[in-house]
Nanobody
Framework: QVQLRESGPGLVKPSQTLSLTCTLS????????????WSWVRQRPGKGLEWIAG???????DYRTPLQSRAFISRDASRKVLTLQLSSLTPEDTAVYYC????????????????WGQGTQVTVSS
């Protein structure tokens, strides 16, 4: 069974850098054995899913446009915590941010396959 939990500040100011963490519980070892992508995704009000970045088990990363210039993801040595940093925030970055462990075929799609956290609301406002 896979469980994901996001954590981070609910309110950040414009121009600041957002830092979110995702903790993975993966009793079935899905991440290590099935080639899934541990990902950050967001959904802005009234918009669809917007993929930010993902990391494969071996450490390779993928960043999606148009956030790739402002996003950075990293993982701890235990492969249990994935961190997202998103810089130069504007109110347009207000969204629910999700971490997800998804099959590689659904990475970047509009499908919510695999396992998803509950999401964490981030509001960018002064």
């Amino acid at each position: 069974q896979v469980q994901l939990r996001e954590s981070g500040p609910g309110l950040v100011k414009p121009s600041q850098t957002l830092s979110l963490t995702c903790t993975l519980s993966d009793d079935s070892n899905t991440y290590a054995t099935n080639g899934y992508v541990w990902s950050w995704v967001r959904q802005r009000p009234g918009k669809g899913l917007e993929w930010i970045a993902g990391m494969f088990y071996a450490g390779a990363t993928d960043y999606r446009t148009p956030l790739q210039s402002r996003a950075f993801i990293s993982r701890d040595a235990s492969r249990k915590v994935l961190t997202l940093q998103l810089s130069s925030l504007t109110p347009e970055d207000t969204a629910v941010y999700y971490c997800a462990l998804v099959p590689p075929g659904s990475y970047g799609s509009n499908q919510r396959l695999g396992s998803w956290g509950q999401g964490t609301q981030v509001t960018v406002s002064s």
